[in-house]
């Protein structure tokens, strides 16, 4: 298969090392396009493989085409590939936003459409990939998909009106843990510990309960109950923890930055053109 990955930043980079690493492709079926030569020249040194600006001349031979561009970005990258992109091209968004029903609008008539939502520990394999399938999609074709963004972490599915949730819990959340870690590491330089060792306690104390978690996959509460002596040290941290909102606060976030997925999306779709209005594009 020949694979074309439009828009090669940190998270396009980190897939593709991902994918070369895997063996699924080799150095000279990929080809990947930045907005900027020097960009291009950069990262064809660092991956081995043909990295150049045009997007259109990219797709021509693709069998597989990733939108690795930014949201804002990525409706005017389809319109510019829509005549040269191979009709049997598997296309993978990764536009936060983008409704598949979108995309599919933008390209060819029945082009097949799967959305991704990868988070950027993606890019030490790592990473956590939502997808939904578009109108088009076949089974085949999906665990297809699965199976490229299985060698950079984990992957679930899930129907398209749950991905701006996805986006608020899993695309946003690794800031929302580097709060607590730093949280955490300031508490230790605080109570007397060297910066260096409270943030790597911190890192690797948030590292080793998210392991635990999902190799026994026990509830959270009870996890947290198991650490938690009675009359011991940890109660009463927990105590200040509630007191201070944690729970609650984190939920409230999660909350929020959904919304802000779902109105980002109604933006965009508000802003492009009506059907009546699009009609003269042919394939």
């Known amino acids: 298969m020949h694979l074309a990955l439009l828009g090669c930043g940190k998270i396009g980079e980190a897939l593709l090392m991902g994918l070369l690493n895997s063996k699924l492709f080799n150095h000279k079926t990929i080809v990947a396009t930045t907005r900027h030569t020097e960009t291009a020249d950069s990262v064809s040194k660092r991956l081995g493989i043909e990295v150049h600006t045009d997007n259109l001349r990219a797709v021509k031979h693709a069998d597989l085409v990733i939108l690795a561009t930014k949201p804002s970005q990525s409706l005017e990258v389809c319109r510019g590939i829509r005549a040269g992109i191979p009709r049997n091209a598997l296309v993978i968004s990764l536009a936060t936003g983008v409704p598949t029903t979108v995309i599919e609008s933008l390209l060819r008539p029945k082009t097949a459409v799967v959305r991704a939502m990868p988070n950027?520990?993606?890019?030490?394999?790592?990473?956590?990939?939502?997808?939904?399938?578009?109108?088009?999609?076949?089974?085949?074709?999906?665990?297809?998909?699965?199976?490229?963004?299985?060698?950079?972490?984990?992957?679930?599915?899930?129907?398209?009106?749950?991905?701006?949730?996805?986006?608020?819990?899993?695309?946003?959340?690794?800031?929302?843990?580097?709060?607590?870690?730093?949280?955490?590491?300031?508490?230790?330089?605080?109570?007397?510990?060297?910066?260096?060792?409270?943030?790597?306690?911190?890192?690797?104390?948030?590292?080793?309960?998210?392991?635990?978690?999902?190799?026994?996959?026990?509830?959270?509460?009870?996890?947290?109950?198991?650490?938690?002596?009675?009359?011991?040290?940890?109660?009463?941290?927990?105590?200040?923890?509630?007191?201070?909102?944690?729970?609650?606060?984190?939920?409230?976030?999660?909350?929020?930055?959904?919304?802000?997925?779902?109105?980002?999306?109604?933006?965009?779709?508000?802003?492009?053109?009506?059907?009546?209005?699009?009609?003269?594009?042919?394939?």
Do not use: W
């Open 120 to 283: 950027t520990p993606i890019v030490i394999a790592r990473g956590m990939t939502v997808l939904c399938r578009g109108t088009h999609v076949n089974d085949e074709q999906l665990q297809l998909v699965h199976k490229l963004f299985a060698t950079v972490g984990e992957v679930a599915h899930v129907e398209e009106e749950l991905m701006d949730a996805v986006t608020g819990l899993s695309a946003s959340g690794p800031a929302y843990i580097y709060v607590i870690i730093e949280s955490l590491a300031e508490a230790g330089v605080k109570v007397g510990l060297p910066r260096e060792l409270a943030t790597k306690l911190a890192a690797q104390t948030v590292l080793g309960a998210a392991s635990l978690q999902l190799a026994t996959g026990k509830h959270p509460a009870l996890l947290k109950d198991s650490v938690t002596t009675p009359a011991g040290v940890t109660i009463d941290g927990l105590m200040e923890l509630e007191e201070g909102g944690l729970r609650v606060t984190l939920i409230k976030a999660i909350v929020m930055s959904t919304r802000r997925a779902a109105e980002i999306q109604d933006k965009l779709v508000k802003s492009l053109p009506k059907p009546s209005t699009s009609r003269h594009i042919k394939s």
